[in-house]
């Protein structure tokens, strides 16, 4: 079991920064690949940014590259994700995930095992 819990968000206009933290327990948290997905009302969860179990493979949703930054601390537990230059349609709950005992972090909903309880994100114009 993987426990999963996000902190960071909160409301921010147009243009601002906010780093959200999801932080793991249970199992080795370095044997899991990590997500970061979000899901707007009215809308499907999408997936927004992927870490590998050490960091060296990132991938981006393609509304988010070059605004978002993944990261990890495995001494700490804990997957970040960083948003610069913070849009209206960036919000969301914003959902971490594990994909237990994957190497690269995957896109898709179903391929993720543990999810967190989500953290709002409001970004007015």
């Known amino acids: 079991q993987v426990q999963l819990v996000e902190s960071g968000g909160g409301s921010v206009q147009a243009g601002g920064s906010l780093t959200l933290s999801c932080a793991a327990s249970?199992?080795?948290?370095?044997?899991?690949?990590m997500g970061w997905f979000r899901q707007a009302p009215g809308k499907e969860r999408e997936f927004v940014a992927g870490i590998s179990r050490f960091g060296g493979d990132r991938s981006y949703a393609d509304s988010v590259k070059g605004r978002f930054t993944i990261s990890r601390d495995n001494a700490k537990n804990t997957v970040y994700l960083q948003m610069n230059s913070l849009k209206p349609e960036d919000t969301a709950v914003y959902y971490c995930?594990?994909?237990?005992?994957?190497?690269?972090?995957?896109?898709?909903?179903?391929?993720?095992?543990?999810w967190g309880q989500g953290t709002q994100v409001t970004v007015s114009s």
């Open positions: 995930a594990a994909d237990q005992d994957a190497l690269r972090a995957g896109t898709r909903r179903y391929e993720y095992d543990y």
């Open positions: 249970g199992r080795t948290f370095s044997n899991n690949a």
